[in-house]
Every structure is written in structure tokens, then in C-alpha cells.
């Protein structure tokens, strides 16, 4: 089975810019879960998708926004880009995203805010 | 929310070292699994492991929920061991809560 896919890998924007990332789960899974890691701040979650419908987020301002299609792929929108937007954006996919699920990490976006 | 705390934050080893990394957490916890960051930022899952002890090779992880943590052992380590080590943890259905990690470099 292919892994979790994310694209692009690198990504360079300016402030006041939107951007979008997309993430592809592994095949079967239904459950997409979007991180924010930072130097600063760790890992932190961002939201989580389940058969197209947002199921978890996090503590995150309202330009973080995301959607998850009928075939489960996701994308995530941050709009009004900021220069602590940088950070290293990490998708999950789960097979249902229940307690007992393992989690599989994509090899993550590298955005660059300037 | 849950607070997760792992030590040491830093480890520095000789290949065929033995190490234990240590995770704490606050709450009780449903899930809780073991990652692996690469130097490239790919996060590997070691273990899913909220309760008992598992084993993978040279890896080995025990979860004692009764007392809150869970310990991650690398024995006979190897240069492709370096890395960051994250615990994360969750209650029911909920998001992963990640630590602060422990970032392992082992030297040849």
C-alpha cells in the first residue's frame, strides 16, 4: 500500500498570501488529521476530518481552515499568511480515527513565510 | 488538556548503547503511541501502546496507565536511531496530544 502522500514538500510565500496543502491518506482510511510542528511550539493539532466532515480541532485562528473530499484526500487552507505561519504542516490518516487507531504521518509541507 | 512531559530532551550516544526514554502524562489516556521523527521530518509510528509492553527488534515499549507513563527502550542503538522520539497521547476519540520530544543522537 502507498503511504500518506502531502503536496507540495516545500512551499515559499509572502505575508498577506493564502496557501493550500493537500494531503492524500492511505488508501482505505477515512480519517485525515492535519499538525502544526514549530520549533517553538511542538506539535500541535490542528483539526481532523472524517468521511468529509470535521470532526476535532484544535486551537487554531480562524485562517486555518480545511475540507476532505468524498475519496478522503484533504486540503488545508491558511488564508492573510503570517511569518509564524512557517512551520512544518503534518497529515495523519487513520482508518476510522477511533481511540485504539494508529496514526500515519505523510512526510509533511515545509512552508516558508517571508 | 492533558499535559505530556518526556525525558531527557536530549540524548547523546556511542553506537551499542543501551537508552530508556520516559513519558509522562497527566490524565488518563485511551491511546497512546510511540513516534520516530527522522532528521528529514518523516514521523514514524513505533508502537500503539496505551497499556502492557510490546516489543519490535531492538525496540520496546511499556505503558503503566495505573501510574501514568510509559517508558521506550532502545537497546544495541544504531547511528539510524537518531532522531527525535515523541510520545503522544488521547482520551477516547480525541486529538493526539504530542510532548516535547526527545531528541536522540547516536554517534558511531
Known amino acids: 500500500k502507498a503511504g500518506v502522500t502531502q503536496t507540495p514538500r516545500y512551499l515559499i510565500k509572502t505575508r498577506g498570501q493564502q496557501v493550500t496543502l493537500s494531503c492524500s491518506p492511505i488508501s482505505g482510511h477515512r480519517s485525515v488529521s492535519w499538525y502544526q510542528q514549530t520549533p517553538g511550539q511542538g506539535l500541535q493539532f490542528l483539526f481532523e476530518?472524517?468521511?468529509?466532515?470535521?470532526?476535532n480541532k484544535g486551537n487554531f485562528p480562524g485562517r486555518f481552515s480545511g475540507r476532505q473530499f468524498s475519496n478522503s484526500r484533504s486540503e488545508m487552507n491558511v488564508s492573510t499568511l503570517e511569518l509564524g505561519d512557517s512551520a512544518l504542516y503534518l497529515c495523519?490518516?487513520?482508518?476510522?480515527?477511533?481511540?485504539?487507531?494508529?496514526?500515519?504521518f505523510g512526510p509533511g509541507t515545509r512552508l516558508t513565510v517571508l | 488538556g492533558i499535559q505530556v512531559e518526556q525525558s531527557p530532551p536530549d540524548l547523546i550516544l556511542q553506537e551499542g548503547a543501551n537508552s530508556t526514554l520516559r513519558c509522562n502524562f497527566s490524565?488518563?489516556?485511551?491511546?497512546l503511541q510511540w513516534f520516530h521523527q527522522n532528521p528529514w521530518g518523516q514521523l514514524i509510528n513505533l508502537f500503539y501502546?496505551?497499556?502492557g509492553t510490546k516489543q519490535n527488534g531492538r525496540l520496546s515499549a511499556t505503558t503503566v496507565a495505573t501510574e501514568r507513563y510509559s517508558l521506550l527502550y532502545i537497546s544495541s542503538s544504531q547511528t539510524t536511531d537518531s532522531g527525535v522520539y515523541f510520545c503522544?497521547?488521547?482520551?477516547?476519540?480525541?486529538?493526539?496530544?504530542f510532548g516535547t520530544g526527545t531528541r536522540l543522537q547516536v554517534f558511531p
Open positions: 490524565d488518563s489516556v485511551n491511546n
Open positions: 476530518y472524517f468521511s468529509e466532515t470535521q470532526r
Open positions: 503522544a497521547v488521547a482520551r477516547r476519540a480525541d486529538k493526539l496530544i
Open positions: 501502546i496505551p497499556s
Open positions: 495523519a490518516s487513520a482508518i476510522a480515527g477511533t481511540r485504539t487507531d494508529t496514526q500515519y
